[in-house]
T-cell receptor, first 115, second 113 residues
Framework: NAGVTQTPKFQVLKTGQSMTLQCAQD?????MSWYRQDPGMGLRLIHYSVGAGITDQGEVPNGYNVSRSTTEDFPLRLLSAAPSQTSVYFC??????????????FGEGSRLTVL | GESVGLHLPTLSVQEGDNSIINCAYS??????FIWYKQESGKGPQFIID?????DKRQGQRVTVLLNKTVKHLSLQIAATQPGDSAVYFCAENSGGSNYKLTFGKGTLLTVNP
């Protein structure tokens, strides 16, 4: 059972370049989300989705785009990378939106450096 | 507890001691709380959860206490082991159509052998 898979694990970009961080889950989870983690800042929500075709902004959405064409995949796109986007990015998913459990299942993270 | 600025609160304990990690949450409407453990270079992992209709919940070597009056959450780890060394985060959710988890800034636990 793979859970939440993120690729790539490491990436170095130059300012102005674009790229996509991939996220896939095999648990048939309805909810998927992207967080960024910076030192001393905890985990901050970038974008989230409650199902295929539905996305919404989180706390820090500027500079990022998402789409949800399938239940399994939730890619995060950086349109024009900036040094302020240097961070560790985590994808997380959750199933059973109507159920009692609300924990997120996290991927292993993607470490991005923008020069 | 919660950090201010760029420095993560730290807790250093001896192996075998009990550890208590604190968290102040922000939303009085939150009714579900989770503790996560994050080891270096890995994603956060679920430890234990608690609902607002409970004051205490126990797991294996861990206990979570919830004080809704002062919006405070704590995680107690019994007989702390070197493998418990990690950053611990609390997270909150207010339920309904809000599926988002809001995370605290974390506490670094270091266990000395």
């Amino acid at each position: 059972n793979a859970g939440v898979t993120q690729t790539p694990k490491f990436q170095v970009l130059k300012t102005g370049q674009s790229m996509t961080l991939q996220c896939a889950q095999d648990m048939n989870h309805e909810y998927m989300s992207w967080y960024r983690q910076d030192p001393g800042m905890g985990l901050r929500l970038i974008h989230y989705s409650v199902g295929a075709g539905i996305t919404d902004q989180g706390e820090v959405p500027n500079g990022y785009n998402v789409s949800r064409s399938t239940t399994e995949d939730f890619p995060l796109r950086l349109l024009s990378a900036a040094p302020s986007q240097t961070s560790v990015y985590f994808c997380a998913s959750r199933g059973g939106l109507a159920g009692p459990r609300r924990e997120l299942f996290f991927g292993e993270g993607s470490r991005l450096t923008v020069l | 507890g919660e950090s201010v600025g760029l420095h993560l609160p730290t807790l250093s304990v001896q192996e075998g001691d009990n550890s208590i990690i604190n968290c102040a949450y922000s939303n009085s409407a939150s009714d579900y709380f989770i503790w996560y453990k994050q080891e270096s270079g890995k994603g956060p992992q679920f430890i234990i959860d608690i609902r607002s209709n409970m004051d205490k919940r126990q797991g294996q070597r861990v206990t979570v206490l919830l004080n809704k009056t002062v919006k405070h959450l704590s995680l107690q780890i019994a007989a702390t082991q070197p493998g418990d060394s990690a950053v611990y985060f609390c997270a909150e959710n207010s339920g309904g159509s809000n599926y988002k988890l809001t995370f605290g800034k974390g506490t670094l636990l270091t266990v000395n052998p």
